[in-house]
């Protein structure tokens, strides 16, 4: 199984400023045949359910607003939060559904500081 | 829109059963393949397996054979979760989770709202 390891666990950001989380698979979600990184992002909030953001690394999902944005390629992926809300506090998952089983990082919580 | 309703939050003892279920709307719903996540107290997210809604064949991830069985009832748009002699490890909150496809696991979207099963004496 590919592991998933999201770094740091928690962060707390003020409001307004930039939050960065990564994720780094153990292996390279990219299939060369279509260059595209089976990579997705999450945002859960406490008593909800998980949300998609962005699926193939970096499109976003319609309606999540443009400060959120993925990146990254292979490996090594990062979900950006440009100027954070006090609505994007919530606990964000990468996941990998290169391979079967699909697996997700432990998951990154994101709070105010 | 696309919508999936989950059953509600049960409390069961320890070597009981319980049938969850995940009423989809909004879309076709034998078009779609249907997953289910497992997500255990304050921790994160674990994938059971999914269910071809079509031909009704399911997959299990490993960890959940034996005991867990994904089912359907397509003439009212609803997959079923039944996980048989419950023990306490099995108290979390499970998902389901509209595929993107049939042919292949991609990401899930959207997700219903969890049913919380408690296993408890």
């Known amino acids: 199984d590919i592991v998933m390891t999201q770094s740091p666990d928690s962060l707390a950001v003020s409001l307004g400023e930039r939050a960065t989380i990564n994720c780094k698979s153990s292996?390279?979600?990219?299939?060369?045949?279509?260059?595209?990184?089976?990579l997705a992002w999450y945002q859960q909030k406490p008593g909800q359910p998980p949300k998609l953001l962005t699926y193939?690394?970096?499109i976003r999902e319609s309606e999540v607003p443009d400060r959120i944005s993925g990146s990254g390629s292979g490996t090594d992926f990062t979900l950006t939060i440009s100027s954070l809300q006090a609505e994007d506090v919530a606990v964000y998952y990468c996941?990998?559904?290169?391979?079967?089983?699909?697996?997700f990082g432990q998951g990154t919580k994101v709070e105010i500081k | 829109q696309v919508q999936l309703v989950q059953s509600g939050s049960e409390l069961k003892k320890p070597g009981a059963s319980v049938k969850v279920s995940c009423k989809a709307s909004?879309?076709?719903?034998?078009?779609?393949?249907m997953n289910w996540v497992r997500q255990a107290p304050g921790q994160g997210l674990e994938w059971m397996g999914w269910i071809n809604t079509n031909t009704g064949n399911p997959t299990y991830a490993q960890g959940f054979t034996g005991r867990f069985v994904f089912s359907l009832d397509t003439s009212v748009s609803t997959a079923y979760l039944q996980i048989s002699s419950l023990k306490a490890e099995d108290t979390a909150v499970y998902y389901c989770?509209?595929?993107?496809?049939?042919?292949?696991?991609?990401?899930?979207?959207?997700w219903g709202q969890g049913t919380l099963v408690t296993v408890s004496s």
């Open positions: 989770a509209k595929g993107i496809t049939m042919v292949r696991v991609n990401w899930f979207d959207p």
């Open positions: 996941q990998q559904y290169y391979s079967t089983p699909p697996t």
């Open positions: 909004g879309y076709t719903f034998t078009s779609y393949a």
């Open positions: 193939w690394a970096s």
């Open positions: 292996q390279s979600v990219l299939y060369s045949s279509n260059n595209k990184n089976y």
